[in-house]
């Protein structure tokens, strides 16, 4: 079945720590994108692709670094920088023409230990 | 970013009663689309709106795309206890980056069998 998948479910991390949240899709979609969601704040856009090998910066990037080295995947690495990282994480795709709607993932849940 | 004026923030109904709800916004929007959100889930795409005054329908629910293209509306009708969930729109706001999804914080909604 064609879809997005997000690894893993549910994911901690110390304080220091550098943490990677994995997302593919096998939509054959151009564009990617990752969100942010805090209860009673609906989603915020934190990095968005529209092509391998470019990516711009959402609303809320900071503490935050992606890349996009194959279409297929849009991996997400929170770092120590992101003081308050504990929320859900949501990756999404669209076709890469403007204005088509975007597919989402099942989420990842950052907790901080 | 900027946020769409989503409400109500919740809504606690019985099983058949058939439910509303609206997004608003100060600016014009050139796509309107409704997702659905189930707990620890990532967002499904409903309805998706196109052109100003179009009306949509999926099974139970209907959405329309208003015709001053600041607003939209989702209804259900003969509601399930199934259609427990968050319900968020979403748009690409006209001369806007066509990449770029501004969403509601969402709509609770709450059904008593």
């Known amino acids: 079945d064609g879809g997005i998948t997000q690894s893993p479910k549910y994911l901690f991390r110390k304080e220091g720590q550098n943490v990677t949240l994995s997302c593919e899709q096998n939509?054959?979609?151009?564009?990617m994108y990752w969100y942010r969601q805090d209860p009673g704040q609906g989603l915020r856009l934190i990095y968005y692709?529209?092509?391998?090998?470019?990516?711009q910066k959402g609303d809320i990037a900071e503490g935050y670094s992606v890349s996009r080295e194959k279409k297929e995947s849009f991996p997400l690495t929170v770092t120590s920088a992101q003081k308050n990282p504990t929320a859900f994480y949501l990756c999404?795709?669209?076709?890469?023409?403007?204005?088509?709607?975007?597919?989402f993932g099942d989420g990842t849940r950052l907790s901080i230990l | 970013g900027q946020q769409l004026n989503q409400s109500p923030q919740s809504m606690f109904i019985q099983e058949g009663e058939d439910v509303s709800m609206n997004c608003t916004s100060s600016?014009?929007?050139?796509?309107w689309l409704w997702y659905k959100q189930d707990p620890g889930e990532g967002p499904v795409l409903l309805i998706a709106?196109?052109?100003?005054?179009e009306l949509t329908s999926n099974g139970r629910l209907t959405a329309q795309f208003g015709i001053t293209r600041k607003d939209s509306f989702l209804n259900i009708s003969a509601s399930i206890p199934s259609d427990v969930g968050i319900y968020f729109c979403?748009?690409?706001?006209?001369?806007?980056?066509?990449?770029?999804?501004?969403f509601g914080k969402g709509t609770l909604l709450t059904v008593n069998p």
């Open positions: 692709s529209q092509i391998v090998n470019d990516f």
């Open positions: 979403a748009g690409h706001k006209s001369g806007g980056s066509n990449y770029k999804l501004t």
């Open positions: 600016s014009i929007f050139n796509t």
């Open positions: 999404a795709s669209s076709i890469g023409q403007g204005g088509q709607p975007q597919h």
């Open positions: 939509l054959n979609h151009d564009a």
């Open positions: 709106l196109y052109k100003a005054g």
